[in-house]
């Protein structure tokens, strides 16, 4: 973004913008200094959705979920629009990204998931006259998936407690490693439960519990890079849970 007297001047283009299509503003990181060290020379812009210049297009995901590309040529916004100050966007990110971490490993949806597996699970017979859930190793998978959710709503409730006083990257990025492998193994210890048939999407004749083991197993695979990859949030728990040293790149 250059700044052209009362405005900035955005050229570029960015991906992965979520809920474009219900957003009245972008919250946007543009660089307004090219001559000091990268993250030094970011702000964060409101820029209306009904700016000139302003196009966006869909992208569909492997999960299913809808995400966009953005696109600006020339789209001129009011230096007003600038949030807390101009060079002062790295702080807002790193905060807003923190905060999206945690976001993302919310309890609620493996919560209703297990439990309609479970029902499923005691209200499904076998060809022995047996329920599923009889079996020894679906009540495993169920306790595996059961326990780990438990401690993922305790770690939020204690991140959702403690974010008054600051919240601690290394927490963070913690839950959201342990949080977005756990969704993966879940879903994938769910759908062993039901068998062949929790591959089928729905609304295909045949798809268990409307296809919702399915679409949230390729869903939550997303969230292992969004909000930043597992692989920066282990660094991230080393250098500031730890004290380790930054690993070389």
Known sequence: AVRDGDEYVINGQKMWTSLIEYADYIWLAVRTDPDVAKHKGLS???????????????????????????????????????????????????????????????????????????????????????????QEWVQVNLARVHAKVEFLKLINWKIAWGVGKGLNPADASATKVFGTEFYTEAYRLMMECLGAEAYVRDPSPGALLKGRLERSYRNTLILTFGGGTNEIQRDIIAMVGLGMPRAPR
């Open 44 to 134: 964060i812009l409101l820029v209306p959705t009904d700016a000139p210049g302003f196009k966006w297009n869909r992208v569909n995901t492997v999960g299913g979920v809808g995400t966009s590309a953005t696109f600006y040529e020339d789209v001129r916004v009011p230096v007003e629009n600038v949030v807390l100050g101009e060079n002062q966007g790295w702080k807002l990110i790193t905060n807003q990204l923190n905060h999206e971490r945690v976001a993302l490993c919310s309890a609620a949806g493996i919560q209703q998931s297990l439990h309609e597996t479970r029902y499923w699970a005691q209200n499904t017979k076998l060809a022995d006259g047996r329920r599923v859930i009889d």
